[in-house]
C-alpha cells in the first residue's frame, strides 16, 4: 500500500489571547489564529487551551467554522485561568472524520503556590483526548491530543518519582496506540526532554519526535510542544511557526 501524507499541526492557542502568558482579563481574539491556520492549512490540529463557553460558541468550532475544517470534537478541562465563565479545552480540527472519541484524564498531584501579584494558584486538571482519524482511503490514524501540568510554576520537577503515574499512564496509553496502528500526538507536554518523562515510549523502535531536541517551542527559547509519531509513521518534514500567542504553531507532515 502507498503511504499516505497527512500534515499535522499542534498548538496552545491560549484562550486566543495574544500577548504574555497567562495575560488575564484580556479580551479573547481569533483573527491571528485563523490566518495562521488558513496559511499553514494542516490537516488535522491538536489545540490546547481552547476556551469553551457556556453561553456562545467555543474556539474550537469557531475556528473550524472560519477556517474551514469539516469536523472537530472540543472537551472542557477546567476553569479558565484567563477569563471568567470560560472553561479550558483540548480540541482537534479535521478535514477528516473524527471517531471514537476519548478522554483519559491524568492522575491530578492537588498543589498550589502564590503568583507574582500575590494571588493563589492551584494546579488545574490535564488529561489527553484521542480519537481516529478517517482517511480518504478507507484508513486511519489514531490522534491523541495532551496538556501536561506546569509543575515547575509550582517549584516542582515533572521527573520527580512523585509524578511518574502521570508519565506512565500516558506512556502505557501510547504504546497501546502505537501497536493498533499509525498514530500522532500533539502534546503540549510543560517539559523538556521528552526522554526524561517519555523516556519507555521514545526508544528505538516505538516513538520518535518530529522536531528536533531542544527546538524552541515559546518565545522564551524553550521546548514545550511535540508532535510525538508512533513506529509506523515517518516524518517527512517538520517545523515551528512564530506566532502572538505565547505557545508557537508547531507542524509535521507525516507519512502513513
Not at 43 to 71: F, I, M, P, S
Not at 153 to 165: K, L
Request: charged share 20%; net charge negative; proline share 6%.
Amino acid at each position: 500500500m502507498m503511504s499516505r501524507r497527512l500534515d499535522v499541526a499542534t498548538w496552545n492557542i491560549g484562550g486566543g489571547v495574544i500577548g504574555a502568558s497567562h495575560q488575564r482579563d484580556a479580551v479573547p481574539d481569533l483573527d491571528h489564529h485563523v490566518g495562521v491556520l488558513t496559511t499553514h492549512r494542516p490537516d488535522v490540529v491538536c489545540l490546547q487551551e481552547a476556551h469553551e463557553y457556556d453561553d456562545r460558541t467555543g474556539q474550537t468550532q469557531e475556528l473550524a467554522e472560519r477556517a474551514g475544517y469539516a469536523h472537530w470534537a472540543a472537551y472542557a478541562l477546567s476553569a479558565s485561568h484567563l477569563v471568567d465563565g470560560a472553561r479550558l479545552a483540548l480540541g482537534m480540527l479535521s478535514q477528516y472524520p473524527l471517531s471514537g472519541l476519548s478522554f483519559r484524564a491524568l492522575p491530578a498531584p492537588r498543589l498550589k503556590a502564590i503568583r507574582p501579584a500575590g494571588e493563589e494558584w492551584a494546579l488545574h486538571d490535564k488529561g489527553y483526548l484521542v480519537s481516529r482519524v478517517g482517511l480518504p482511503d478507507g484508513g486511519e490514524v489514531h490522534l491523541a491530543n495532551g496538556h501536561f501540568f506546569p509543575l515547575r510554576r509550582f517549584g516542582r520537577s515533572p521527573a520527580d518519582p512523585q509524578f511518574a503515574p502521570v508519565w506512565r499512564a500516558f506512556t502505557d496509553d501510547l504504546l497501546e496506540l502505537d501497536a493498533a496502528g499509525p498514530v500522532v500526538a500533539g502534546v503540549d507536554l510543560n517539559h523538556s526532554p521528552v526522554d526524561e518523562v517519555l523516556g519507555a515510549a521514545m526508544l528505538p523502535g516505538r516513538f520518535s519526535s518530529a522536531l528536533d531536541a531542544h527546538t524552541p517551542t515559546t518565545p522564551h527559547g524553550a521546548q514545550r510542544d511535540y508532535l510525538l509519531c508512533g513506529h509506523q509513521t515517518r516524518v517527512a518534514s517538520a517545523g515551528t511557526v512564530s506566532t502572538q500567542s505565547d505557545h508557537f504553531y508547531c507542524h509535521a507532515s507525516v507519512l502513513v
